[in-house]
């Protein structure tokens, strides 16, 4: 079969997705309401393409609102790089339209909540981690004659449902770690929807640590329970801080938040996050959480172990390091120090779900290590096809950067400037965005290297029958040969060019790339289609590529227990097995599975443990996420 953009890629994304029946939202019937969590953990999204905005260096939709409560803190030069400079929420509402056709499908805002209103060292709550209300919004993003109580909150309210109108989710910026820092003799002064609840410096009721600053940062101890920069530390250990949070970020997810970032993950122990995130996905299943622990590596083992036990996915910074130092800074191994982050991916149990990124708000913006536009492309399309889920940060596909200081904070944060839409990085966001959503085995799907060298990487990701090959050179013209690319034999045609390619026998031979080129080739599988989808994910279980991991159970679907006709799962990488199963007849009915192995020439390796049980949705797609019983 012949694949080529046009076949693939012109496609209505809401009649895909409804012919195909993948990335269907989750379904609960009324009459099991009640029971929600029996059925879903969480809608898929891992096909989402993020944007990230600070939401004051955006866009400005309503002057009226840029005085504020405190009008030194406005700067209206936009000279001063610590001050607000206008952005807000009718500003984003304002650029929906140009977001949505540039592929974007989920939009994460820098924290809304309402800021201290006054300046430390000439710096401002700005960028959104100074909370002083966590029920109310900054005042400088809304409109400037409307409550800014979230229950209120008309602005709000109006982006939430223009978002939704285009099938984008909105990924709001939370703190759970602190609040405020000392500003002119006020620290951590907290309220309740206009109520003081707490005082930093009257702390009564021991809402907060008095243990100093960080001097430490490979001490634990001084990680947990010590401040970050002078923020004012919230008392983890207090039941009433405790139900203050989740009962805050309860409301927004009630107003229609779809995701949640979270921030300085490793500042709270992990006991914490499991009963954040245990209570706040009871409250809303379908709620997907991803959280910043500050330059994690698959290495340092505390990092993994909170996100395999925290409940939530993490920010990819070892990634984003291994592509800055690949392509931006052109470091000595090349890709090769991309490929040895992703040979890690085994010590996740979740790595198709890290949330990648070559930038962002912490760190200088790519342009300003290597200013070169074609090498930014390149990083930003090596995000978009591989593993995990692609993040932007706001500005990039119009090269914005601002070389000051390095880059540095705070001058990664300029005002966006320009709205272009012929940019070779906005057009390849719409056809990548694209490919993600209509291509399985670029969202769900493993990652096999298939050639590298210092300059040249080659990848083949691979679902089922679906596949997407890779092919990108940062150096000089070469050709090279790729013995096995996993695709059919015929006729392909670049993505990105529209080049054509013949594969025979598997094989492309001759393959020529030019000075700072990429290759994107696709092929479509046949999709998975059933009254009930059930997404599954196995951990844990010791295998490796060429075997075969299945769920059996006492269901026609599952093969009612004869282990020779149970439904196969996909190798992801040696630690993680998925696969989507369609229920028909057992749709809506109670069931029972367990996993096992099939092994050639031995007894299938079946799982040691009693049944698991599962009641299924009558329709519509879940997920289960197990670990192997040995």
């Known amino acids: 079969m012949v694949q080529t953009p046009d076949s693939q890629l012109k496609v209505d994304s809401t009649a895909a997705k409804a012919a195909a029946g993948f990335f269907t939202e989750e379904v609960t019937p009324s009459k099991y309401a009640d029971f929600e969590f029996l059925f879903t953990r969480a809608i898929e999204f891992r096909q989402e393409t993020i944007y990230f905005i600070i939401v004051d260096r955006f866009h400005d939709g309503d002057p009226d609102n840029n005085l504020g409560p405190n009008p030194a803190l406005y700067d209206p030069n936009k000279q001063k790089w610590g001050k607000y400079w206008g952005g807000d929420l009718q500003g984003i509402i304002d650029k929906l339209d140009y977001l949505k056709n540039m592929g974007v499908t989920a939009i994460w805002l820098s924290p809304l909540f309402e800021q201290v209103e006054e300046s430390q060292f000439d710096f401002a709550a ?6 002083k209300d966590f029920k109310r919004i900054n005042p400088r993003l809304v409109n400037s004659n409307e409550s800014t109580s979230l229950s209120e909150c008309n602005v709000f309210d109006r982006l939430i449902n223009e978002m939704h109108k285009r099938g984008m989710k909105l990924i709001l910026d939370i703190v759970c770690n602190h609040s405020s820092p000392d500003v002119n003799g006020h620290k951590g002064e907290l309220y309740d929807d206009g109520v003081l609840i707490a005082d930093f410096y009257n702390d009564v009721n021991n809402w907060y640590y008095h243990n100093g ?10 990680l947990l329970n010590c401040e970050l920069s002078g923020l004012a530390t919230f008392n983890e250990k207090n039941i009433d801080y405790r139900n203050y949070i989740k009962s805050a ?14 921030d300085t993950v490793k500042h709270l122990p992990v006991w914490f996050w499991q009963e954040f995130v245990g209570d706040i996905q009871t409250h809303k299943p379908s709620v997907f959480i991803f959280g910043e622990w500050g330059f994690s590596k698959p290495w340092d083992g505390k990092s993994v172990n909170f996100t395999n036990k925290s409940g939530m996915s993490i920010l ?19 890709f090769h120090l991309v490929q040895d982050v992703l040979n890690l991916d085994h010590l996740y149990d979740r790595a198709t779900e890290l949330i990648t990124f070559i930038d962002n708000h912490d760190m200088p ?3 300003s290590l290597n200013s070169d ?44 400037e320009k709205w272009d839409i012929d940019t070779k990085i906005y057009q390849d966001l719409q056809l990548l965005s694209k490919l993600r959503r209509i291509n399985p085995a670029v969202s769900l799907g493993s990652q096999i290297q298939k050639y590298l060298t210092t300059d040249v990487y080659c990848y083949v990701r691979r679902y089922r029958d679906s596949r997407c090959f890779v092919a990108m050179n940062k150096g000089d013209y070469v050709k090279v040969d790729i013995p096995s690319t996993d695709l059919e034999d015929g006729e392909y045609r670049c993505i990105l060019s529209g080049r054509k390619f013949q594969v025979q026998n598997g094989q492309l031979l001759g393959l020529e790339l030019q000075r700072k080129e990429m290759v994107i080739l696709s092929y479509l599988g046949e999709r998975v289609k059933g009254k009930t989808i059930v997404r599954v994910q196995l951990n844990g279980v010791e295998s490796k590529y060429g075997e075969t991991v299945v769920v059996t159970g006492d269901c026609p679907e599952l093969g009612n227990w004869d282990i020779s006709k149970a439904y196969p799962l996909e190798y992801i990488n040696s630690n993680t097995w998925f696969g989507e199963i369609p229920f028909n007849e057992s749709a809506g009915k109670a069931i029972a599975y367990k996993y096992a192995m099939w092994r050639e020439n031995q007894e299938p390796l079946r799982e040691n443990l009693v049944n698991r049980r599962w009641i299924l949705v009558p329709e519509g797609t879940v997920k289960w996420q197990d670990n192997w019983a040995w």
């Open 126 to 131: 700005m960028h959104g981690y100074w909370t």
């Open 213 to 222: 600053e960080i001097t430490d940062w490979n001490d634990d101890w001084q």
């Open 249 to 262: 970020i309860k409301q927004w997810l009630d107003r229609g938040v779809d995701a949640l970032r979270v």
């Open 316 to 334: 990819d910074f070892a990634l984003c390091e291994g592509v800055r130092a690949a392509l931006a800074k052109n470091s000595e191994g090349g």
């Open 365 to 367: 913006r790519f342009q």
């Open 373 to 416: 536009p074609e090498i930014l492309r390149l990083a930003v399309n090596l995000i978009m096809t591989s593993r995990g889920i692609p993040c932007i940060y706001y500005g990039t596909e119009q090269y914005l950067h601002n070389d000051t200081n390095s880059g540095n904070d705070p001058y990664n944060r300029p005002m966006m």
